[in-house]
């Protein structure tokens, strides 16, 4: 129980890659605070439950992190309620998929708001405690798409990579302090996120949902497997720990050998 009497705040983490990396802190014994959309019944249900498995404190705030001053608040209310934020997992994030020339602005606004901007934001609220407690943790979920690009993603592949280089800036401007700044690259895993862009080569191609998974798994990852939530709840737990100190500044590629290639 290596994150006991630690607050971890994990943004989108109603599905998906944030409850994954959620569950695995709270069963490394950390308070978390989950963040992201759904139903309220189902999300007071994801509540409790993790409450019940793992005997931590667990908080939800539904911050839409689009929109800066909600991300302030959301970081104010872990303060306020939990004691602090040690931990701060900057993972919502959306797609869109479209050539560049038919690429409406109003999505890439939308994409570089919530995929970028908002991970500045959460940084630049909750560094000041980290900073002072002289211990924190940093993690933004960013993707292969921050070290590789592909066609039709143009404005996730440049937040991608604008999350890279913003985990380096953060990790050198923290060196030194107790506080880290990762970031981690997850090829394909099978998330709601996910699952649109199936369905959209499925009714493309007019093939069925399993052809559809596997050609998009094999276009990419040479593994032919997903990667799964919990297997970056595993990575996310290390560099949390003690033994990840010295683990700075890095991206962490877990791709099935996506960018091996
Ligand atoms: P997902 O759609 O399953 O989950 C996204 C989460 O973000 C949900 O909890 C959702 O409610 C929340 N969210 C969406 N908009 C929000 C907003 N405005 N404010 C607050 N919360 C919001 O997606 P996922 O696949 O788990 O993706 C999580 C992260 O992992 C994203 O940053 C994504 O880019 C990244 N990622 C995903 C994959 C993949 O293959 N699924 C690969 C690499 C990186």
Same mark, same amino acid.
């Given at each position: 129980?290596?994150?006991?009497?630690?607050?971890?705040? @994990?943004?989108?983490?109603?599905?998906?890659?944030?409850?994954?990396? %959620?569950?695995?802190?709270?069963?490394? *014994?950390?308070?978390?605070?989950?963040?992201?959309?759904?139903?309220?019944? %189902?999300?007071?249900?994801?509540?409790?439950?993790?409450?019940?498995?793992?005997?931590?404190?667990?908080?939800?705030?539904?911050?839409?992190?689009?929109?800066?001053?909600?991300?302030?608040?959301?970081?104010?209310?872990?303060?306020?309620?939990? *004691?602090?934020?040690?931990?701060? @997992?900057?993972?919502?994030?959306?797609?869109?998929?479209?050539?560049?020339?038919?690429?409406?602005?109003? =999505?890439?606004?939308?994409?570089?708001?919530?995929?970028?901007?908002?991970?500045?934001?959460?940084?630049?609220?909750?560094?000041?405690?980290?900073? =002072?407690? #002289?211990?924190? =943790?940093?993690?933004?979920?960013?993707?292969?798409?921050?070290?590789?690009?592909?066609?039709?993603?143009?404005?996730?592949?440049?937040?991608?990579? #604008? @999350?890279? #280089?913003?985990?380096?800036?953060?990790?050198?401007?923290?060196? *030194?302090?107790?506080?880290?700044?990762?970031?981690?690259?997850?090829?394909? @895993?099978?998330?709601?996120?996910?699952?649109?862009?199936?369905?959209?080569?499925?009714?493309?191609?007019?093939?069925?949902?399993?052809?559809?998974?596997?050609?998009?798994?094999?276009?990419?990852?040479?593994?032919?497997?997903?990667?799964?939530?919990?297997?970056? +709840?595993?990575?996310?737990?290390?560099?949390?720990?003690?033994?990840? %100190?010295?683990?700075? +500044?890095?991206?962490?590629?877990?791709?099935? #050998?996506?960018? %091996?290639?």
């Amino acid at each position: 129980m290596t994150l006991t009497q630690k607050v971890a705040v @994990v943004t989108g983490s109603t599905s998906g890659i944030g409850l994954g990396i %959620a569950r695995a802190l709270a069963g490394a *014994g950390a308070d978390v605070v989950l963040n992201g959309f759904g139903d309220a019944a %189902a999300i007071e249900e994801l509540r409790a439950g993790l409450t019940a498995e793992f005997g931590v404190r667990v908080g939800y705030h539904g911050a839409d992190l689009s929109k800066p001053a909600e991300i302030a608040t959301l970081i104010g209310y872990a303060e306020e309620t939990f *004691g602090s934020v040690d931990v701060l @997992v900057n993972n919502a994030g959306i797609q869109h998929v479209a050539p560049v020339e038919d690429f409406p602005a109003e =999505r890439w606004d939308a994409v570089i708001a919530l995929n970028l901007s908002a991970v500045f934001h959460g940084i630049h609220h909750a560094l000041p405690g980290m900073k =002072r407690r #002289g211990w924190g =943790r940093i993690l933004n979920i960013a993707s292969v798409h921050g070290h590789v690009a592909s066609v039709n993603k143009a404005a996730y592949v440049a937040a991608k990579h #604008g @999350v890279v #280089g913003l985990t380096k800036t953060v990790a050198l401007e923290t060196a *030194g302090t107790g506080v880290t700044c990762n970031a981690i690259c997850p090829g394909w @895993v099978l998330t709601p996120l996910v699952q649109k862009q199936i369905d959209a080569i499925a009714s493309t191609k007019n093939i069925p949902e399993q052809q559809a998974r596997a050609e998009l798994l094999g276009a990419k990852q040479p593994s032919g497997a997903f990667v799964t939530p919990d297997e970056l +709840g595993g990575l996310a737990v290390y560099l949390c720990s003690d033994s990840a %100190a010295q683990m700075t +500044g890095s991206s962490l590629l877990m791709d099935g #050998g996506w960018t %091996a290639q």
